[in-house]
């Protein structure tokens, strides 16, 4: 049975809320529904090295082209870069 987010209590106590209340509140909701969103995801370990040579390898693709991918790559992996 799903837990009730919305009782009447709280119906309440969001009717009598100002602006910086209610949105308080609805930002405490999100985060507790991104903690449960982010307990179903799973990890997954990409060894970049090995990524980047294997690509390397595709004829045709230069060192220019190779970093443009692996810069796609990693900002959609959101991959931090060591500098």
Do not use: W
């Amino acid at each position: 049975m799903e837990k009730e987010l919305l009782n009447r209590n709280l119906y309440r106590q969001i009717k009598s809320m100002d602006k910086n209340e209610l949105s308080r509140t609805l930002n405490n909701i999100y985060e507790m529904g991104k903690e449960d969103a982010m307990k179903g995801i799973e990890a997954v370990d990409i060894d970049m090295d090995k990524l980047r040579s294997q690509i390397g390898e595709i004829k045709g693709i230069g060192e220019t082209r190779l970093n443009l991918i692996m810069e796609i790559i990693s900002e959609h992996l959101n991959v931090n870069k060591e500098e």
